[in-house]
């Protein structure tokens, strides 16, 4: 964005009320103390306490409709979802084109998108002319997807259409040296023909069904503990493995900046956002397996990573049987090789997952767990498997000390993350790094082990990551400080503040200035575009997601304000306005301010576009 368009907006910005200045308050332990030229007064009928409710945004969040269940044999059984969070009635509405152009005269030059049809048979229009009559009018400026590649795959569909569409000849425009990358530089494309051969189980998972029969004729009635001595004392009674494990690939965590899984808001033009800003190692989304290995489209759009993220992308999966676990593995493995490791989710503390024994319920069953891992580890070939655990269930019980001590014990993972809060306390009070920091040392002990264990020493250690409450580098020095602590993953901490890496980097804060943050959400915007499509349906994806994105950025409360530092995550300021109309929008917690953000970059939001936040009762009416 150039200085003179970020001076222009920043003149333009609609103003704020001028502050009512009053001496603060005594400094309240969950209050961000701001200095007092910054504070607003609060008025009852126009501006609420912000309040974040971040377990009711993530219950919403993960909500996922219909389930679709399954009992291995094809059989599909759908049940209705609960729409969770506090905004029951919250509508995603995106509007459609009245005439849908065919994909090979929207670009002719992708021979891609050839018709079979013909015009006389194709369900979709070929009358170009009409659709560019009925068409919206352009949004100004340049295509962003055809400054970066040179061409617009959306072809004449693309709402900047006018910037690389030539009226008189009625041809597209591209650039002399453009050149026609594949998927536009994104990894892991699953063809629609293989998940629909994946869907009528016409792709062998061999290993998986091998693996699974040996887990279930050995493991059953049978503790770890047992089988080991089995083995140990070569047992008539033990049969071996159908197969050895493969070698594993090295990880590289040792003091690495991570992003953790982020459902929803951690997509791919996020990740790849977090990745230009420092990061080294990014998650996909987190995806459930049965649905995987039904060749769902949603579930396999999961998988997906841009060309900077690897190596270093790992692919999160959620299920609680091991022959589910076994197949994803392996489908993934097959058609979405760009794959750094695999991720088990045993600590999602939402409802849908715990009943079904999954995500946090897995802590509960340590023995279904360890099949699963080895399951996973079995199949997934040279890409080793890591775990994410929480604390335990239940506050006053934490189970993670003796779960880690079994995990080692079997040597199926590569890396532990424990997030330090139980499945009940969710969000509330903060992480308890201690207790991390006693896994730590179990991790830190057992690898130490290891090295003078002469028949173990060529074991790779095993990685111990924390997560939570990560907000800045001095978090982040005394997380990474505590024994047995290779690094730590960040969550809420890179959504509000995305350059949390470049401080850690800098060893310092850095007072991001309103444009500079402008130009992170700039950059974001474009990275969507290159995802979802420069047409109206990728442009209202693309707005859509960066609402959801600005529905945390905006809580980030510049330290330049701020009177004491360092900040906390979980700290709730008071009504305040920025050093300027632009940092008072960025701090905006009205969603509509949100939509105006997207609109500086994504053109006005059409009539059919709606968006309302999962924490409705953070923003205020105009």
């Known amino acids: 964005m150039t200085e003179s368009k970020k001076r222009s907006i920043e003149e333009t910005v609609v103003g704020v009320e001028e502050p009512v200045i009053k001496k603060p308050n005594l400094w309240n332990k969950g209050t961000a103390s701001i200095k007092e030229e910054y504070l607003v007064k609060e008025v009852s009928e126009g501006i609420q306490r912000i309040i974040y409710d971040d377990d009711e945004v993530e219950e919403s969040r993960t909500g996922r409709g219909e389930e679709v269940q399954g009992n291995g044999k094809g059989k599909k059984v759908k049940r209705k979802g609960k ?38 048979n194709c369900k979709f229009s070929h009358d170009v002319e009409g659709y560019l009559a009925q068409k919206p009018e352009d949004i100004p400026g340049k295509c962003p997807v055809w400054e970066e590649f040179g061409y617009c795959p959306a072809g004449l569909k693309c709402r900047w259409l ?105 997509n791919l033009p996020f990740r790849r956002l977090m990745r230009s800003l420092g990061a080294d190692v990014t998650y996909s989304e987190m995806a459930l ?137 969710r969000y509330t009070k903060e992480a308890n790094w201690d207790y991390i920091g006693k896994v730590g040392k179990i991790v830190k002990d057992w690898n130490e082990s290891q090295e003078e264990d002469k028949d173990a020493s060529d074991r790779p250690p095993v990685y111990l990551l924390g997560n939570g409450d990560i907000y800045s580098y001095e978090d982040y020095n005394r997380a990474v400080g505590m024994e047995g602590v290779d690094s730590v993953m960040v969550g809420r ?72 530092l360092p900040p906390k995550l979980n700290e709730r300021p008071p009504p305040w306005r920025g050093r300027n109309d632009l940092e008072s929008l960025l701090g905006s917690p009205d969603y509509k301010d949100w939509i105006k953000i997207t609109e500086m970059f994504l053109g006005k939001a059409s009539d059919g576009f709606s968006f309302i936040p999962k924490h409705k009762s953070n923003s205020y009416e105009n």
């Open 493 to 564: 901490g890179a959504l509000i503040k995305p350059w949390i890496f470049e401080e850690i980097k800098a060893q310092q804060y850095i007072d991001k200035s309103a444009s500079e943050r402008l130009d992170i959400i700039e950059r974001y915007a474009k990275n969507a575009l290159d995802h979802w499509g420069s047409d109206e349906f990728g442009v209202n994806t693309a707005r859509r997601y960066m609402c959801e994105f600005l529905c945390f950025s905006y809580r980030y409360v510049p330290v330049g304000i701020l009177e004491r």
């Open 162 to 266: 006018g910037s690389h569409y030539d009226r008189e000849k009625k041809c597209l425009i591209y650039r002399e040296d453009y050149e026609r990358k594949p998927e536009n530089g994104e990894l892991n494309w699953a063809s629609g023909s293989d998940k629909n051969l994946l869907q009528k189980r016409k792709i062998p998972l061999d290993k998986s069904d091998q693996i699974a029969e040996w887990l279930d004729s050995n493991y059953k009635g049978r503790t770890p503990e047992e089988i080991r001595e089995m083995a140990k004392a070569h047992s008539a009674g033990y049969v071996e493995p159908p197969f050895k494990v493969s070698e594993k690939k090295d990880l590289h965590f040792s003091g690495a900046k991570i992003v953790a899984p982020l459902t929803t808001v951690g």
């Open 83 to 120: 729409n969770r969070g506090q905004n029951h009635k919250r509508e995603l509405i995106q509007g459609h084109e009245i005439i849908r152009l065919c994909g090979s005269v929207a670009d002719p030059m992708d021979q891609s998108h050839a018709c079979s049809y013909g015009a006389a």
């Open 289 to 425: 397996c049965l649905p995987l290995i039904q060749g769902s489209k949603s579930e396999w759009a999961l998988m997906k990573a841009h060309s900077s993220e690897y190596p270093g992308f790992g692919v999160q999966l959620a299920a609680s049987k091991h022959w589910q676990t076994s197949k994803a593995v392996e489908a993934v493995a097959k058609l979405a090789p760009n794959v750094s490791e695999f991720n088990l989710n045993c600590g999602c503390p939402i409802d849908l997952l715990y009943r079904r024994g999954e995500g946090s319920a897995m802590m509960e069953n340590p023995s279904r767990m360890i099949r699963v891992l080895k399951g996973m580890n079995y199949c997934s070939g040279e890409t080793p498997v890591t775990v994410k655990l929480r604390m335990g269930i239940r506050d006053d019980k934490p189970l993670a000390e003796q779960l880690v001590e079994k995990l080692l014990a079997e040597g199926d993972v590569g890396a532990i993350t424990v997030h330090g809060r139980s499945r009940k306390q």
